[in-house]
């Protein structure tokens, strides 16, 4: 049987699934690009950062077909498409029906589950309808949360994740509701597609025994819940030890592209950067700005580079991602930098892949759903470069000063070693 494949629709959430199972003792990696049989080698869990969050359905039904074959070689018998917590996204632009469909399509399962609830992340199914804590503790239905109604790209406008995804295509789903999950084995037989209730992590651990005496291909539609409800089951396993490469400096840049209230938040409450706001202009390749990015760098002071969150900045939001993958491009190839953040999952897998690098391990927690990360690249100057991937509603306000505590943390050791 070949190892758990898991497709991330965006960078940050994946790196969350990726420290999931890795925290659970699984061997996993998380690949920028299909990996051969080779590299995948000794790897329970494969993972493949996309950016299909920040595409539309055909260009995303392009790119399923591009890398499933890679994929497919590898003989997966679960395959987890992995999506925000929220669920935010549209028939336009991050449809996660569409690449449902074309995933269910090429893989044929026996069993296509959308799991809709992380309850430990405060997100809760309840009868199909999602609610998710927000940033003042309180529990909102997604339509209403202060921040995912008001999302820039894709608000959510339905509550009723089996209405919100027929609308994208994926239609037929049997929804099981929360009474159901005590004896889900019987309310699964006879099922091809299902919508999974979760309120606890009782739900998440019945579903995860349910799923194994099924058995057969299945295709599993959901956040890092997923995850969680494939290993609980697991005989207890310590953390796979990750062979020991230094951050290649200790130079601190951090490009929050998410626009949300708690980024907004985070850039306002990061008092130890050197903080530089990225116009239209900038993006556009002006050449100011990663100057003056490199010049801060150059002096030791952390840098934060930031969107504008008032601006729409006229362009759609592929286009805008790209154009930041460029700049953070740009900065890094003036001036080295060994720990890298980035706010924002629409935008965090382009600037990874604009780096070159080949895949990234999990090295250990930040803040619940935030990971610290080590890049793989081929060049001696980027390999075990220390990432922070996060999207625009995890965290706390001082999650970047946490991270640049954590780089000069490591420097203190480094010099007293």
């Known amino acids: ?13 994946a790196s969350d699934t990726l ?16 990996p051969s049989a080779a590299e995948a080698e000794g790897l329970e869990v ?18 399923i077909a591009g890398f499933w074959p890679s994929l497919a070689a590898l003989h997966p018998s679960q395959v987890h498409l992995k999506v925000c917590s929220t669920f935010d996204s549209h028939p336009d632009i991050g449809s996660i029906g569409a690449a449902a469909r074309a995933l269910q399509e090429a893989f044929r399962p026996d069993l296509l589950a959308v799991i809709g609830g992380q309850p430990s992340l405060g997100r809760y199914a309840v009868f199909g309808t999602l609610f998710a804590r927000g940033p003042d503790g309180v529990v909102y239905r997604i339509d209403r949360h202060p921040i995912m109604r008001d999302h820039p790209v894709t608000p959510m406008h339905e509550a009723d994740l089996t209405r919100h995804l027929a609308a994208q295509g994926l239609t037929g789903l049997h929804l099981i509701g929360a009474p159901q ?63 020991e490469v230094a951050p290649p400096n200790r130079n601190v840049l951090v490009f929050a592209g998410s626009r949300s209230a708690l980024t907004r938040a985070q850039v306002a409450a990061a ?81 990874c892949a604009a780096l070159n690098m080949t895949a990234i391990d999990y090295l250990a927690p930040i803040a619940p759903g935030v990971g610290l990360c080590r890049a793989v690249h081929r060049d001696a100057a980027l390999d075990g470069m220390r990432l922070m991937l996060k999207g625009g509603q995890m965290g706390e306000d001082g999650l970047f000063n946490a ?5 000069a943390d490591e420097g203190s050791q480094a010099r007293s070693g």
Not at 46 to 63: F, K, M, Q, S, Y
């Open 46 to 63: 494969v993972g493949l950062a996309t950016a299909l969050r920040a595409i539309g359905p055909d260009e995303a039904r392009r790119e």
């Open 403 to 407: 991270f640049a505590a954590l780089a």
């Open 271 to 351: 008092g130890r950067f050197s903080r530089l706001e990225v116009t239209a202009e900038a993006l556009r390749g002006g050449g100011a700005v990663e100057a003056q990015a490199a010049a801060m760098l150059g002096q030791g002071a952390p840098v934060l580079l930031h969107l504008d969150p008032q601006s729409d900045y006229a362009m759609p939001p592929e286009r805008l991602a790209a154009l930041s993958s460029a700049l953070l491009a740009r900065v890094v190839a003036r001036h080295p930098v060994g720990w890298l953040g980035i706010a924002g999952g629409d935008t965090s897998s382009r600037i």
């Open 19 to 34: 420290a999931t199972f890795a925290r659970a003792g699984w061997r996993a990696r998380l690949f920028l690009k299909p």
């Open 1 to 13: 049987m070949g190892p758990v494949v898991f497709i991330g629709d965006d960078f940050t959430g």
């Open 181 to 243: 999950i005590g004896d889900l084995q019987a309310a699964l037989s006879g099922q091809a597609q299902v919508f999974l209730d979760a309120v606890s992590q009782e739900h998440i651990r019945r579903i995860g025994a349910a799923l194994v005496l099924r058995g057969g291909r299945q295709l599993l539609i959901g956040s890092s819940s997923v995850a969680e409800a494939l290993t609980w089951e697991a005989v207890e396993r310590s953390p796979v030890p990750v062979t």
